[in-house]
């Protein structure tokens, strides 16, 4: 599943077409989707996991779910969900969630929870995770609600860094280390963003589907970890279960 860094790539290679109208729709979507024909885009958002084509009235919001992709100008052999042309090229959402959302989304997406956005707000998410402090830390970090865009990869990569055990209950972690690890979570989207943009993501994980911890030089524990039953990867030696 594509996590908020990706997302953001992804509305970057697509603003090319912004202002342009539409000249041809098809997909299978389950959406009015002639409803953009004739039609220019206003913008181009993104929110966490969410990437939204906004026109004057309505907007779609994009979901790639686990495997959904895209493509640029040219086609895959199987129909879109989503196709989209122009004057100046097309581009196609395949295995994809699509919703057509009247309105505009600055009335529906709160940016200061986007770890992605300028409007993040650091102050507000420890708030918010404090106040979660019956839950594992491994399902706050996944929390849409509070981390936007953070997903699996970014989860793992930040308690490991943070050295904190993914099991660790909000409340048992010291306040001093869990403002480090809200910064940690947010300072590594940024650091995806980079690799992910230069082709060198999978070079700079250090915990995600590694064998061996390079701190400890032991095996991690691989294991499917919280209420979503994510895979998690961690140390048992030196991430703590506060």
Request: hydrophobic share 35%.
């Amino acid at each position: 599943m594509p996590e908020g860094p990706s997302i953001v790539i992804l509305k970057e290679e697509l603003q090319l077409f912004k202002g342009q109208k539409v000249l041809e729709v098809s997909g299978n979507a389950k959406i009015d989707i002639q409803r953009m024909h004739g039609k220019k885009i206003r913008d181009l958002m993104s929110w966490g996991k969410h990437f939204l084509i906004c026109f004057d009235d309505f907007y779609l919001r994009i979901h790639l779910l686990m495997f959904g992709t895209y493509r640029i100008n040219e086609k895959r052999d199987f129909d879109p969900r989503l196709s989209l042309r122009f004057k100046k090229g097309e581009f196609n959402f395949y295995t994809c969630s699509i919703k057509l959302i009247e309105g505009k989304p600055e009335a529906d997406y709160d940016w200061e929870v986007d770890t992605m956005s300028d409007s993040w707000n650091g102050k507000r998410a420890l708030k918010v995770v404090k106040e979660r402090e019956d839950e594992m830390i491994c399902d706050v970090l996944l929390n849409q609600d509070v981390f936007a865009g953070v997903g699996n990869i970014i989860k793992n990569e930040a308690l490991f860094i943070a050295k904190v055990h993914p099991e660790t209950k909000v409340k048992d972690i010291p306040a001093k280390k869990l403002k480090e690890l809200v910064t940690v979570t947010r300072d590594y989207c940024f650091d995806f963003y980079k690799w992910k943009k230069e082709f060198v993501l999978k070079q700079h994980w250090l915990a995600y589907k590694k064998r061996d911890c390079p701190r400890c030089n032991i095996p991690f524990v691989r294991t499917y970890m919280g209420k979503g039953k994510r895979l998690t990867f961690y140390c048992g030696n030196c991430q703590v279960l506060h």
